[in-house]
């Protein structure tokens, strides 16, 4: 069955940086666009970042471009998001997500399979 793993949260300073894996399985990973969803205590699951299928073309939210860079290596089957520049506002559970489809979408709905996620912490 699909597996998408996370890894690489935890506490951070204001300022500071993280980087965060996810690891796929049970799917042609490849054939999938990618991206990171988070969510905050108290409020819905936000859109992120996305990244193509061959990883040639990628989009961000307004609030982190900028600081935050997606990326993904198709012979380790992982998608990355390095986080940089960390604020108290982006203190989320970060998800990654899979899409089967070619074209890339930012609405959670639109993501077949997800991770488990993992939490990002960023203090003042």
């Known amino acids: 069955q699909v597996q998408l793993v996370e890894s690489g949260g935890g506490l951070v300073q204001a300022g500071g940086s993280l980087r965060l894996s996810c690891a796929a399985s049970?799917?042609?990973?490849?054939?999938?666009?990618m991206a990171w969803f988070r969510q905050a205590p108290g409020k819905e699951r936000e859109f992120v970042s996305t990244?193509?299928?061959?990883?040639?073309?990628?989009y961000y939210t307004n609030s982190v471009k900028g600081r935050f860079s997606i990326s993904r290596d198709n012979a380790k089957n992982t998608v990355y998001l390095q986080m940089n520049s960390l604020k108290p506002e982006d203190t989320a559970v970060y998800f990654c997500?899979?899409?089967?489809?070619?074209?890339?979408?930012?609405?959670?709905?639109?993501?077949?399979?997800w991770g488990q996620g993992t939490q990002v912490t960023v203090s003042s």
């Open positions: 049970g799917m042609p990973f490849s054939g999938y666009v």
């Open positions: 990244i193509t299928r061959n990883g040639g073309s990628t």
């Open positions: 997500a899979a899409r089967s489809r070619i074209e890339i979408a930012t609405t959670a709905a639109q993501y077949v399979y």
